[in-house]
């Protein structure tokens, strides 16, 4: 099992919304260790040990929209994922084609990548709204941060199979890891806590009261069909008053009635569009992350890319938009070190594309003075923002020119969080400083994420030096202990 499990986590690390090294270095080094930890946890006779209270944290959405969630410790990142394939088998529940959910499932111990679901609920979509006269697609508003906890709490232990101990520490784990209050808990962007919110409205799948031919669903956006739009209408408001049982709403902003099509985009944008493709087909969907370009009809001229670029400087342009233009720059010029650091400050939500292209980027010092610019010059940048750009730096741009001057500017950023100061605390380097600043953290007697960072950025430190700090970090706490000594024997 703690092979399948720590595949299942490294599988779904990078895409989750702020990857820390400190969780996946703990994960992978002190598998066994948190096993006992978590069962101490569940044990009355240790009080000591608990799921603590988690760090509230902030990722970027379209329209410059925030998402509201909780980056996990180590101990809590892990229980999510072993908790989930423990139970796998609750995750695979039996579907007919007509009353279908898609995702977020297992696969002869592997988790089915979501991407791949994603694309296999469109096209189901597609298929339904060809094959019948009444569609209605929705979903649900806000609806990680509106769960209740004990309705998620009482679907795990109606599973088959689950024993009471472990309803038990699910429940601790739900109600510690947000300080007591009963909703806004679940983390969002992991895989396990998708899984959770998937399949926790599998009660609306089984609904008699459900008279539609065709009802699909990927997590909480929902399509139901039929050739009578009395059943259609009927279905829609009966999965309103269905959801209310559970205090949860519909978006009404992006609900399409009766094969609706979405909004046209901007007319400017798609004469210049229309003239260079035939069809274009993007999936992005409820927390996918996820955009395909199809059917290229033709190579760009200079004109055509001149073009696509101009749209940037356009503050209507659309995220799909932005990404199209991205894809643009990468093929056709030789420029992505200028338009990377603009892109991402213009379109937060579309940072992991930005990370991805920065592989391209052939002059990494060049793009190390453009991020340089953008944060040195007093522009506004969230948590996501500075999260991502420290990662770019770690996974990119080490070995350039100026990069110390860069993460100086990240860490002392008028708008750095803890999240974002402890993204550069785990990287472990030897130059800058860095060092000493981690030391600050280590002896200062405190037990939290620039604690934990610190620890694990003094991973590759002589064995001698970082021993003697693990010694007193380890003092503080359980979790402190199980961090040092993790660190320790590396």
Known sequence: MKERVLEFYNSDFEGTLFPMETCRVVIENSYDELVNYID???????????????QVVYASKAKQHLRRTKKLDPVAEFYLYFMCYKHRKIFNRYQNRDRQSFGYKFSEGTAVPINTSYIEFNERVAEIKANYKYSIQF?????????????????FASSKGVVSADVELFGQF??????????????????????????????????????????????????????????????????????????????????????????????????????????ITVFHGSDVGFEEFED???????????????????????????????????LYTNELHVYLPIFLHQHPNLIKKVYAFCVHCADK???????????????????YQLFWIAKIV????????????????LYEHNDATVISKSKILEIPEHRFGLPELRETHLKNGSSGWLAWASAVGSRKDPKQAKNYL??????????????GECIKRL
């Open 40 to 54: 101490k946890v569940g044990q009355d006779s240790e009080p000591n040990f608990s799921f603590l209270p988690q």
């Open 139 to 155: 979903d649900v508003s806000s609806y990680f941060n509106s769960i209740y906890h004990h309705d998620l709490v009482n679907w």
């Open 174 to 279: 739900m109600r510690e890891i947000n300080a007591g209050f009963s909703i806004d808990f679940l983390p969002h962007g992991i895989y396990p806590s998708k899984m959770l919110g998937s399949h926790f409205l599998s009660y609306i799948d089984y609904s008699m009261l459900i008279k539609s031919e065709v009802m699909v669903r990927f997590m909480d956006d929902f399509a139901i069909a039929s050739n009578s739009k009395e059943i259609v209408t009927k279905d829609f408001q009966t999965i309103q008053k269905l959801l209310g049982q559970k205090s949860l709403n519909i978006n009404s902003i992006k609900t399409r009635l009766y094969n609706e099509v979405n909004g046209s985009i901007d007319q400017a944008v798609n004469e210049i569009i229309q003239s260079i493709f035939g069809t």
């Open 296 to 330: 290229v009809m033709r190579p760009l001229n200079t004109e055509d890319v001149s073009a696509l670029i101009s749209l940037l400087d356009r503050t209507d342009i659309s995220d799909r938009e932005a990404s199209l233009v991205l894809e643009t720059i990468k």
């Open 365 to 383: 010092d060049v793009l190390t003075q453009e991020f340089i610019k953008l944060v040195g010059q007093g522009n506004y940048l969230n948590e």
């Open 394 to 409: 770690e996974s990119y741009l080490l070995q350039t020119n100026d990069v110390g001057k860069l993460l100086s500017l």
């Open 470 to 483: 693990m010694d007193y970090f380890s003092k503080v706490s359980p979790i402190n202990k199980l961090i």
